[in-house]
């Protein structure tokens, strides 16, 4: 069973660091692009990031360029992202969600006080 | 950027009836569209991909159809857990963008 597991999410003040990951099973991860997608309390999905198979290509919504870095650790079936300088408006459910789509995880949540 | 503007906001249907959704881009994704249903406190569930195409385990009363820039997600019957917020995603360039969602709510 495909199964994605974020975990990370906390309390964080304004400026601040954090760093999510999100732990796969079920399927061969190194097989698989990956994407992080947030979404906000009471709003829509915004996708964040996305990292190739080999973690060579990445992409970033405008909103997290520069501040936020994607990456993968085939070995470990892990997916990160590091995110710093932390605004308000980064609060949110973070999701970790395959490339094919058709699997997410349940989500963490990140709030940035101010 | 590609913005995809979906309508109505929410559309109140009772169950028994036809649901029709639309998701307008505002230039060309080809057929590189996909549609969600997320209920409250849960993660998106990919219902139809390349705009027509149904993911694993959905639903046929779950339909999707156009292409370029005007796409409908129709649902031929509303079933009692079919009540949810809808999503629209377009893949055919980065950034990946999602529109703003139609939320089907029970009349």
């Known amino acids: 069973e495909v199964q994605l597991v974020e975990s990370g999410g906390d309390l964080v003040q304004r400026g601040g660091s954090l760093r999510l990951s999100c732990a796969a099973s079920?399927?061969?991860?190194?097989?698989?692009?990956m994407n992080w997608v947030r979404q906000a309390p009471g709003k829509g999905l915004e996708w964040i990031s996305y990292i190739s198979v080999s973690g060579s290509t990445k992409h970033y919504a405008d909103s997290v360029k520069g501040r936020f870095t994607i990456s993968r650790d085939n070995a470990k079936n892990s997916l990160y992202l590091q995110m710093n300088s932390l605004r308000a408006d980064d609060t949110a459910i973070y999701y970790c969600?395959?490339?094919?789509?058709?699997?997410w995880g349940q989500g963490t949540l990140v709030t940035v006080s101010s | 950027e590609i913005v995809l503007t979906q309508s109505p906001a929410t559309l109140s249907l009772s169950p028994g009836e036809r649901a029709t959704l639309s998701c307008r881009a505002s230039q060309s994704v080809g057929s590189s569209l996909a549609w969600y249903q997320q209920k409250p406190g849960q993660a998106p569930r990919l219902l139809i991909y390349d705009a027509s195409s149904r993911a694993t385990g959905i639903p046929a009363r779950f339909s999707g159809s156009g292409s370029g820039t005007d796409f409908t997600l129709t649902i031929s019957s509303l079933e009692p857990e079919d009540f949810a917020v809808y999503y629209c995603?377009?893949?055919?360039?980065?950034?990946?963008?999602f529109g703003g969602g139609t939320k089907v709510e029970i009349k």
């Open positions: 969600a395959l490339g094919s789509w058709d699997y």
């Open positions: 079920g399927f061969t991860f190194s097989s698989y692009e």
């Open positions: 995603q377009q893949r055919n360039n980065w950034p990946l963008t």
